[in-house]
């Protein structure tokens, strides 16, 4: 039972994989499509909401260095999730990765946490989307009776009714294709990035400089009876407080880390690249390096327009503008962030879906959901399936608590990417590699090191909710999973049912 559990599945035989017919995504993205995937995915809620919260609770000003330091350990974890594409281009990222590398069950449960980092991502980008649309509807006059808005109604019923409609609109772009989804998201892509430049050429301008004294606040006592709510860390070394000082930088970046998920989806799409083995390390660091640059400045100039303790936490980009008397850019801001982060939605939703599909492949999960569209060549079965429940639960989720429960989902996952680059360079010297990560392995190590300590600056409520969804995982691959594998059947034949007729 023990050598089942972490069979490996070889790089060769998951390349193959992708050639079936019936199983086959269509090649229409270049270097350019994967960058833009990143940099559209990546601008979003981080920075046109957490930036505020984080200054105004942990740290300040020096916010600036939260994102220096979570955009490193991104780096760390890029490069190694860059060799691993080149080497593997196959749908499911960090999930293909470690089947080829540790193992089925390692493999099983980096694929059931993707599932829930990118449909929680999904959900809460859905939400914060409906939150600026209201806005600006409430702006042109018409208003959303409360209970279609997400706020309890007079029977205590809310269902937010735009993020369940932005979801479902999206998938139905997922479904007709890939090259659409990519078109779509550079013209949005395109106004994103030029509100961002908006606020950091404008709000230059406004800057004031007592506004950055003291930059690093001095640390503040953690309130008596924080328990669950203190960081990890805090509770478990008492090391120092998580609100300002130093250690809020720390816990800052922690929860900042939210705005830079998306680069790892690049690695989702390395299956649908026509040269994966170029264009995916290309449109992974590339997109990585933009935002980090643009995520400093952006904080550097708002806490230099307001200071930190006056920032808003809902609409801190806004905000800052309307309280200098320049509510036109606020406008501009706002219709800038409801139209970007439509791309962010649509690319979580694409990562779910593509990781999903390749666990179904692999018989981890129905192989019902593996079959691709005849004519669109896309995932459709799990696509709409993942799309109608998003849908649902964003229409009843609420925003508090959730980024935290995606963050750790995804620093999990730059764990496991960095110990299975090690794994390979030993097991599979032989490989054919594209892209190299530097200095192995002291840059798997230091990226290991580097995630697991924001990992500890996360609340201990957010480690419960994550052991529990593991503890389900679990159950899943035990009672299904482990038994449906592929490599538990080798004689399987690729594929059981008939093929569909071709439209």
């Given at each position: 039972?023990?050598?089942?559990?972490?069979?490996?599945?070889?790089v060769?035989?998951?390349?193959?994989?992708?050639?079936?017919?019936?199983?086959?995504?269509?090649?229409?993205?270049?270097a350019?499509?994967?960058?833009?995937?990143?940099?559209?995915v990546?601008?979003?809620?981080?920075?046109?909401?957490?930036?505020?919260?984080?200054?105004?609770n942990?740290?300040?000003?020096?916010?600036?260095?939260?994102?220096?330091?979570?955009?490193?350990?991104?780096?760390?974890?890029?490069?190694?999730?860059?060799?691993?594409?080149?080497?593997?281009?196959?749908?499911?990222?960090?999930?293909?990765?470690?089947?080829?590398?540790?193992?089925?069950?390692?493999?099983?449960?980096?694929?059931?946490?993707?599932?829930?980092?990118?449909?929680?991502?999904?959900?809460?980008?859905?939400?914060?989307?409906?939150?600026?649309?209201?806005?600006?509807?409430?702006?042109?006059?018409?208003?959303?009776?409360?209970?279609?808005?997400?706020?309890?109604?007079?029977?205590?019923?809310?269902?937010?009714?735009?993020?369940?409609?932005?979801?479902?609109?999206?998938?139905?772009?997922?479904?007709?294709?890939?090259?659409?989804?990519?078109?779509?998201?550079?013209?949005?892509?395109?106004?994103?990035?030029?509100?961002?430049?908006?606020?950091?050429?404008?709000?230059?301008?406004?800057?004031?400089?007592?506004?950055?004294?003291?930059?690093?606040?001095?640390?503040?006592?953690?309130?008596?009876?924080?328990?669950?709510?203190?960081?990890?860390?805090?509770?478990?070394?008492?090391?120092s407080?998580?609100?300002?000082?130093?250690?809020?930088?720390?816990?800052?970046?922690s929860?900042?880390?939210?705005?830079?998920?998306?680069?790892?989806?690049?690695?989702?799409?390395?299956?649908?690249?026509?040269?994966?083995?170029?264009?995916?390390?290309?449109?992974?660091?590339?997109?990585?390096?933009?935002?980090?640059?643009?995520?400093?400045?952006?904080?550097?100039?708002?806490?230099?327009?307001?200071?930190?303790?006056?920032?808003?936490?809902?609409?801190?980009?806004?905000?800052?503008?309307?309280s200098?008397?320049?509510?036109?850019?606020?406008?501009?801001?706002?219709?800038?962030?409801?139209?970007?982060?439509?791309?962010?939605?649509?690319?979580?939703?694409l990562?779910?879906t593509?990781?999903?599909?390749?666990?179904?492949?692999?018989?981890?999960?129905?192989?019902?959901?593996?079959?691709?569209?005849?004519?669109?060549?896309?995932?459709?079965?799990?696509?709409?399936?993942?799309?109608?429940?998003?849908?649902?639960?964003?229409?009843?989720?609420?925003?508090?608590?959730?980024?935290?429960?995606?963050?750790?989902?995804?620093?999990?996952?730059?764990?496991?990417?960095?110990?299975?680059?090690?794994?390979?360079?030993?097991?599979?010297?032989?490989?054919?590699?594209?892209?190299?990560?530097?200095?192995?392995?002291?840059?798997?190590?230091?990226?290991?090191?580097?995630?697991?300590?924001?990992?500890?600056?996360?609340?201990?409520e957010?480690?419960?909710?994550?052991?529990?969804?593991?503890?389900i995982?679990?159950?899943?691959?035990?009672?299904?999973?482990?038994s449906?594998?592929?490599?538990?059947?080798?004689?399987?034949?690729?594929?059981?049912?008939?093929?569909?007729?071709?439209?």
């Amino acid at each position: 039972m023990g050598s089942s559990l972490f069979r490996t599945k070889n790089v060769e035989q998951s390349i193959r994989d992708t050639e079936e017919p019936e199983h086959a995504l269509k090649k229409s993205l270049s270097a350019l499509d994967l960058t833009v995937f990143g940099v559209g995915v990546i601008i979003g809620t981080g920075i046109f909401v957490l930036t505020g919260q984080v200054a105004k609770n942990n740290a300040g000003p020096a916010v600036a260095l939260a994102f220096v330091a979570a955009g490193v350990v991104c780096a760390l974890a890029a490069l190694c999730y860059a060799e691993f594409a080149s080497t593997v281009p196959v749908a499911g990222s960090a999930y293909t990765f470690s089947y080829a590398s540790l193992g089925e069950l390692p493999a099983w449960i980096i694929g059931w946490d993707l599932v829930l980092e990118f449909a929680l991502g999904t959900a809460v980008v859905a939400v914060g989307w409906s939150g600026y649309m209201r806005s600006l509807l409430d702006n042109a006059g018409w208003h959303l009776p409360g209970y279609l808005s997400g706020r309890d109604g007079a029977h205590g019923f809310g269902f937010d009714i735009l993020a369940a409609l932005l979801v479902l609109v999206l998938t139905a772009i997922l479904v007709l294709g890939m090259k659409l989804s990519a078109r779509i998201t550079s013209l949005v892509v395109a106004i994103k990035v030029a509100v961002v430049l908006i606020v950091i050429i404008a709000g230059a301008f406004f800057v004031q400089s007592r506004n950055y004294h003291p930059f690093i606040p001095p640390a503040q006592p953690v309130p008596a009876g924080a328990s669950l709510k203190a960081p990890l860390v805090q509770l478990m070394f008492g090391w120092s407080p998580a609100n300002f000082g130093v250690m809020g930088i720390f816990t800052a970046a922690s929860v900042v880390f939210f705005a830079f998920i998306g680069f790892d989806i690049v690695a989702t799409a390395a299956e649908e690249t026509r040269n994966p083995q170029r264009d995916v390390p290309r449109g992974i660091l590339g997109s990585l390096i933009i935002c980090t640059v643009l995520y400093v400045a952006v904080s550097i100039v708002v806490t230099g327009m307001q200071n930190y303790t006056q920032l808003s936490v809902d609409a801190p980009l806004a905000d800052a503008f309307k309280s200098i008397g320049h509510p036109w850019y606020a406008g501009v801001i706002s219709f800038g962030a409801a139209i970007g982060l439509t791309t962010v939605c649509l690319i979580l939703l694409l990562g779910q879906t593509r990781v999903f599909f390749a666990m179904s492949r692999d018989g981890l999960l129905p192989r019902f959901f593996s079959r691709v569209h005849p004519r669109f060549r896309t995932p459709h079965r799990p696509t709409i399936l993942l799309g109608v429940i998003i849908a649902i639960v964003a229409g009843f989720t609420s925003l508090s608590e959730l980024a935290e429960l995606v963050n750790i989902g995804t620093l999990f996952a730059f764990v496991v990417v960095a110990i299975s680059v090690i794994i390979l360079r030993k097991t599979r010297p032989d490989l054919p590699r594209a892209f190299r990560t530097p200095w192995v392995p002291v840059v798997p190590i230091v990226s290991v090191c580097a995630t697991l300590w924001l990992m500890l600056n996360l609340p201990a409520e957010t480690w419960l909710r994550f052991a529990i969804w593991m503890v389900i995982g679990f159950a899943v691959y035990f009672l299904y999973g482990r038994s449906h594998s592929r490599l538990a059947h080798p004689e399987q034949p690729s594929e059981p049912e008939p093929a569909p007729p071709i439209s």
